[in-house]
């Protein structure tokens, strides 16, 4: 009985879960930390040398994150280039309480109103956002990429705090800017 | 021809510019060539580096991202530029993509440029671009430079060309002017061309216009001048002629005129006429008077002489006159010339500024002389001379008078005279007077004697009337005092020296005697035996001169007493120290009584006067026995002693 009840709950769960492209994620966990670096003010978002990137999640997709965090892991192993590279998690739900200092943050699929307070954060604290969903640009967050023909680079130009985040402009002129 | 050519101005300027250019071309061509040429590498390079440059950061990008598509796309559309011929990208050492393009031709040259790629922020190298770039725009550059070269040289070749051609064209007129003149003359003027052109070379042609004007001009007035020159001179050049063989006096033919006519003919006679003591006339009436009376006794002889055929009367100087026969002439009608002109002469009075003049006259004379070597007037010049010294009325020249003879002999003594001057060869001789009653050398007289060019010691007796004659005495008698006075200067021992009433009016012989005698302080020693006295005629001015003498401490002897007519009254008035008794008187003194008588006479007179006696001529004991006998105070003889060079060993 307990079997079936987890079992259900499992189900449930799943059955309200948000369904990820595996490939986009891959992907963006390899090409998200080298965007990271091609920040010309990096340095002044480091904590201890270290390279510190959340990945804000809901609760349902918890898992996903975990797995998307040992991807990265084991993709740079703790290390980007020259830098510590430490991957963390963050509930969304405990974001108001957040007082860590990070990076970027990696957005997985939120809620409108959780990616609002998320993007509010960030621009607070330039913290750098990849989003995985591309329409979540809109809602504040700053990049993201998708797969079409080849990996395509979106930036959301409002979002671009060009004092804080400065990105090369090679990476510029390559990605598509969202207004 | 060719010659010309090469060195006409045209050539020149022509070639110096084709030089200059062509140095300048060709230096511009290979520099411009080699700076070229590497520009235009430089460009490909650049445009080659530009592009690589241009693709690295988004290489870069897409490399570091890992976004091989892209990388892809990037190559495939840069290899649409057909002078990109390969391109390889690297990452780590590891090639990630190749390109070649399709249309790369095998063997065609390329330039190769390597770019880092870096990865975009923190420009650490993650790889390397490779791009072979086509050198055919290089080439192609490369060959229209040279074209372009080459069309620009053919044009400046061209320019050359032009120029050159131009520029015979612009001095061609200076040939045209050259030709014009070549054949100009004063005298002929020439039309300069081109006069009407309006730049240099119309100046210049109208500049030898005028100057062609101005020489004709000057031409001709120098032509006039020549000419007024050419008259000037012809007649000063008769005037000349004319004086030259003219006297200016009494116009008669002169001297040369003789000459030359003399050289002409093969026989002639000559008389010449000398008027006797004219010198008198001119300095008693003056020379305007005496001027007068030769052009009356010119005209005289003219009249005396009109009726002789082939005659020439000739002033010969400015008492003699010669009149010369050029045909032979008989001996008997030569005379009655001479005769004629020697007798009218003496009958005729010449007046003169109320003057009445008689004139003598002596005539030398040579008879049908047919000397080929002009030696007439010589001849007729010694038979005057002659005539004049034997107090002739005229002589007519005898080649056995020996006249010749005589004044060769006289040349030849003047030679020999000079010729002992030059060589120091006039010496005085040392001949000792001894005390006849000490038996020593009381004194010397110096005699001269001239040493010839075989050694032989001449006696003056050869010399001393030619050298009077030839105004050479002077100079032998400075040399005997000279000599006499350094010689005595350190010996003890008086002297004399012998001076003759010449010596004594010749001012010059004189200050120079006293100058030896002060110089060498001789005086004391001194003795001046005075020569020829007999008949002094400037009495006044000997007597000066001894007195001169005797106050500077010099004694004074008369020489030769007892010949001639001595006259007693200058032992009174000379106020003399000896006598030196004549040699004639003494020879035979120890034979002839009269000479004895003579001889006591004077020594008696002598010593009364408290004068010395000296007797000359002592040649043997029989006679220095006699002068002692007789009181002569000093003996003086070859027996004795000769006329010796250094007479110290005799002290």
Not at chain 1, 132 to 141: A, I, P, S, T, V
Not at chain 2, 57 to 84: R, W
Not at chain 2, 315 to 334: G, M, Q, R, W, Y
Not at chain 2, 498 to 524: C, G, P, R, V, W
Request: net charge neutral.
């Amino acid at each position: 009985m307990r079997k079936y009840l987890l079992l259900c709950l499992f189900f449930v769960h799943s059955l309200y879960a948000y369904v990820y492209n595996d490939l986009l994620l891959k992907t963006q966990a390899t090409i998200f930390p080298k965007i990271i670096l091609l920040d010309q003010n990096l340095v002044d978002k480091l904590h201890n040398n270290t390279v510190t990137l959340a990945i804000v999640y809901e609760k349902e997709d918890f898992y996903i994150a975990q797995n998307i965090q040992k991807l990265i892991e084991k993709h740079y192993n703790s290390l980007l280039d020259e830098y510590k590279f430490h991957v963390i998690l963050l509930d969304i739900s405990k974001i108001k309480n957040f007082n860590e200092k990070v990076t970027a943050f990696y957005v997985l699929h939120l809620s409108e109103n959780n990616v609002t307070e998320v993007s509010q954060l960030a621009a607070e604290k330039d913290i750098i956002t990849f989003s995985y969903d591309l329409e979540n640009l809109q809602k504040g967050l700053l990049f993201s990429v998708t797969i079409e023909q080849a990996p395509t680079f979106y930036l959301n130009k409002k979002n671009l705090y060009p004092e804080n985040v400065n990105f090369v402009p090679p990476l510029l002129q390559m990605v598509k800017f969202i207004d | 021809m060719k010659n010309f050519i090469t060195k006409s101005l045209s050539f020149k300027i022509i070639m110096l510019i084709v030089i200059v250019s062509s140095l300048v071309i060709i230096s511009i061509f290979f520099v411009s060539e080699r700076f070229n040429k590497e520009a235009f590498y430089n460009v490909e390079l650049d445009k080659a580096n530009i592009i690589v440059k241009t693709i690295e950061p988004l290489i870069a990008l897409d490399l570091y991202l890992g976004m091989d598509t892209n990388i892809k796309k990037i190559t495939q559309d840069l290899m649409k530029n057909s002078n990109i011929l390969s391109l390889t990208i690297k990452k780590d050492s590891q090639t990630v993509y190749t390109i070649k393009s399709p249309s790369i031709k095998k063997q065609e040259t390329f330039l190769s440029v390597t770019q880092d790629i870096l990865q975009p922020n923190s420009k650490r190298k993650i790889g390397t671009i490779s791009l072979d770039y086509s050198s055919q725009n290089y080439q192609k550059l490369i060959n229209n430079y040279r074209k372009f070269t080459f069309i620009l040289s053919f044009v400046l070749i061209v320019l050359f060309l032009l120029l050159s051609i131009y520029i015979q064209k612009l001095l061609s007129p200076l040939r045209t002017i050259s030709n014009a003149l070549k054949n100009y003359h004063p005298d002929k003027p020439v039309n300069i061309p081109l006069v009407k052109e309006h730049n240099e070379i119309g100046l210049i042609s109208k500049a030898l216009h005028r100057m062609q004007k101005k020489i004709t001009e000057h031409s001709k007035e120098q032509k006039n001048i020549n000419e007024n020159l050419e008259r000037l001179v012809n007649i000063k050049t008769l005037e000349l002629q004319s004086q030259l063989y003219t006297n200016n006096l009494t116009k008669l033919p002169n001297r040369l005129s003789l000459l030359k006519s003399i050289s002409l003919l093969e026989e002639k006679s000559l008389i010449i006429v000398n008027i006797d003591d004219f010198k008198e006339i001119n300095d008693f009436y003056g020379h305007y008077i005496g001027d007068d009376i030769l052009v009356q006794f010119a005209k005289k002889l003219q009249e005396l002489t009109h009726t002789i055929e082939y005659r020439e009367l000739v002033h010969l100087h400015a008492d003699e006159f010669a009149l010369l026969i050029k045909t032979k002439i008989s001996e008997e009608k030569f005379i009655n010339i001479i005769q004629t002109i020697t007798s009218s002469i003496e009958h005729t009075l010449f007046a003169s500024d109320n003057n009445m003049i008689n004139l003598r006259i002596t005539i030398g004379a040579v008879l049908n002389d047919n000397d080929p070597f002009a030696n007439t007037l010589e001849k007729a010049d010694i038979a005057l001379k002659l005539a004049k010294k034997k107090s002739l009325p005229y002589l007519i020249y005898d080649k056995n008078l020996g006249i010749e003879k005589q004044y060769k002999t006289n040349m030849q003594w003047v030679h020999k005279l000079k010729e002992a001057f030059k060589n120091d060869n006039v010496l005085p001789y040392f001949q000792p007077i001894y005390d006849n009653t000490t038996q020593k050398i009381a004194s010397c007289e110096s005699l001269v004697r001239l040493i010839d060019n075989d050694g032989n010691i001449i006696s003056p007796f050869h010399f001393l009337t030619v050298a009077k004659k030839s105004r050479l005495y002077p100079e032998i008698t400075r040399i005997v005092i000279q000599k006499s006075c350094q010689y005595f200067q350190n010996i003890d021992c008086d002297f004399s020296i012998n001076l003759s009433i010449e010596d004594m009016l010749h001012d010059e012989t004189i200050e120079y005697l006293k100058e030896q005698i002060i110089f060498y302080n001789i005086a004391h020693k001194m003795t001046i035996e005075i020569l020829e006295t007999e008949g002094i005629e400037n009495y006044e001015e000997v007597a000066s001169f001894l007195t001169q003498m005797k106050k500077m401490g010099c004694k004074i002897a008369i020489d030769d007493f007892g010949s001639g007519y001595s006259s007693f009254e200058y032992l009174l008035k000379l106020h003399v120290d000896y006598i030196k008794i004549d040699g004639t008187l003494i020879k035979n003194i120890d034979t002839d009584t009269n000479s004895a008588i003579v001889v006591e006479t004077i020594v008696n007179f002598a010593k009364k006067l408290n004068i010395l006696t000296v007797a000359e001529f002592v040649h043997n004991k029989a006679v220095f026995e006699k002068v002692k006998e007789l009181g002569v105070d000093r003996s003086q003889g070859f027996y004795l002693s000769e006329p010796k060079d250094d007479i110290k060993n005799l002290l």
